[in-house]
């Protein structure tokens, strides 16, 4: 019997990391350390450490007894996936506790090792590392809320401004204001009143971090009836999102549409979530608000990595990783790479740098629903990429891959996608979409999905013609079904077909 899946990439042990917050205490384990880090389990227990922190100045029994229960848990866990490496931290709660290091020092004597009480400016700046390594381009204000503490910095790709951390967490605004949501709301207020930090969102995006604030927008795609359940890069507009935690504010949470999205532990503390962050969009005045499903553990990970890793590209990285683990060959999706570069630069049609990574990404993507029936493979390929844990790519880059894939099974005929997933991408990408996926319905036709061939048979525009080159000793590849394909392509970009056999 096979023991080792094959599903799992060779990408050295696995590690972990342990995240005992003020709110929950979390286990995530990854396949490895890589720049797109994948999760193999994440399993949270809701301890509510910083409940009473503030009023107190102690952590209160019941939290360090679920605590203490989770981590005996994660330590079996860690062990039944034979994972050595594990990093454990400690963030607002233990840190700001007469009794946290009694706190600390019991959960140390339980796992079996060190954990690392980070100050706040550090987690500031892990979740900031967090976020530039997970969102392309990153530029605005990371704004991470936990239990016990909001952590701002300022940010611009892998360049991160001075951090700060404020006792305004979920936890600690109930606390503090004994219940009651404008008293909160002052609080707040008080606390972000002229923060230098703050400038840098006007105009560009805050990132939002921490699950309260992913709690938010779960509801809010709930209510949207969004057609997509990926958090990471989700966008709401500022407008929607002041109208939307305003709603949250007035009424009672177990009201709302929806509500049953978010967990009912975290359901009396959303309203503080949309406190902080209806008076960010109120001082700051961004463009949008993103979601980040990374931060600090995350943020940890990427520390350990050398430059040279860091600096890849975190789509292309997942792209070639789930090109290893699912395609036929992944030498061939690596080589439609390369021809399709060489079939754009003849064409002379517009692509940006992003266009071109997309691209790039389809390309790589293009083969791993083939294991499906063949009546299935484009839609098992599409809700694959559109719901995939990819990094590096927002809400409408995704669409654009999966539709891409989607058509090279399926044809270029809208009918059978989902209208609403279309609507997340532009009328541009959509028309790139449809030239991508005829260029890979000739490729795959024409090559079996095998390597070597496509090097050999050049894809290229010649003035009014489109032209598909064929070598002497391939000619009968050139049969009626690969024209039919070919002539299909040309319709798309306004060219008339054209085969012609290469001679020396």
């Known amino acids: 019997m096979q023991i080792n899946a094959q599903g799992r990439l060779r990408v050295g042990d696995p590690v972990a990391i342990i995240d005992i917050g003020s709110n929950s205490v979390r286990l995530v384990a990854y396949e490895g350390l890589t720049r797109s880090p994948t999760p193999i389990f994440n399993e949270k227990a809701l301890c509510g450490l910083g409940r009473g922190v503030i009023s107190t100045g102690v952590l209160q029994r019941d939290g360090m007894d679920k605590a203490y229960e989770a981590l005996r848990r994660f330590r079996v866990l860690c062990d039944v996936m034979q994972i050595k490496n594990v990093q454990m931290i400690a963030t607002a709660a233990p840190r700001d506790a007469s009794n946290g290091a009694e706190f600390l020092a019991e959960c140390e004597r339980i796992f079996g090792q060190k954990v690392e009480l980070i100050s ?6 892990l979740s900031a590392l967090g976020v530039a390594c997970g969102i392309h381009k990153a530029e605005g204000l990371v704004a991470d809320l936990g239990g016990g503490s909001l952590e701002l910095i300022g940010i611009k790709g892998h360049e991160f401004g001075p951090g700060v951390t404020l006792p305004i967490g979920v936890l600690s605004l109930q606390d503090r204001s004994g219940g009651n949501l404008k008293k909160a709301q002052k609080i707040i207020r008080k606390e972000l009143d002229h923060l230098p930090q703050l400038k840098a969102a006007k105009g560009k995006a805050i990132y939002a971090v921490g699950g309260t604030w992913r709690s938010l927008a779960r509801l809010h795609m709930k209510q949207r009836g969004y057609p997509l359940h990926v958090m990471h890069n989700y966008v709401i507009p500022v407008r929607d999102a002041a109208d939307f935690t305003a709603l949250i504010e007035r009424v009672s ?5 929806s509500i049953d999205a978010v967990s009912a532990a975290r359901r009396p503390l959303v309203g503080y979530g949309a406190l902080v962050l209806e008076e960010l969009i109120r001082i700051c005045k961004p463009a949008e608000i993103v979601i980040s499903a990374q931060g600090v553990r995350e943020g940890l990970l990427f520390e350990r990595l050398d430059k040279e890793v860091l600096d890849k590209d975190p789509l292309i990285a997942a792209a070639r990783d789930l090109n290893v683990l699912r395609s036929r060959s992944p030498l061939h999706c690596e080589e439609i790479v ?3 570069d060489r079939f754009m630069a003849t064409t002379h049609i517009d692509e940006t740098s992003e266009e071109r990574r997309l691209r790039h990404a389809a390309c790589l993507l293009a083969d791993i629903g ?4 063949p009546d299935y493979r484009g839609e098992q390929s599409l809700n694959i990429i559109a719901n995939a844990s990819f990094i590096g790519v927002d809400h409408p880059g995704r669409v654009f891959i999966a539709l891409a894939v989607a058509y090279r099974h399926m044809g270029i005929s809208d009918d059978d996608v ?6 997340l991408a532009t009328s541009r990408m959509l028309d790139r979409a449809r030239i991508l996926g005829a260029v890979l319905r000739v490729a795959y036709l024409l090559t079996a999905a095998m390597p070597g061939v496509l090097p050999r048979t050049p894809l290229e525009c010649m003035r009014d ?7 002497p000793d391939l000619e009968s590849l050139a049969g009626d079904r690969v024209f039919n394909r070919l002539r299909s392509l040309a319709r798309v970009i306004g060219r008339t077909p054209a085969i012609t056999i290469l001679r020396d």
């Open 120 to 125: 706040g400016n550090r987690e500031a700046e």
């Open 418 to 423: 989902s209208p609403r997933l279309r609507e």
């Open 370 to 373: 083939w294991r499906a029936h």
């Open 253 to 257: 949470t177990d009201t709302i549409d």
């Open 338 to 340: 390369a021809w399709t």
């Open 465 to 471: 013609r489109l032209v598909l080159g064929i070598p």
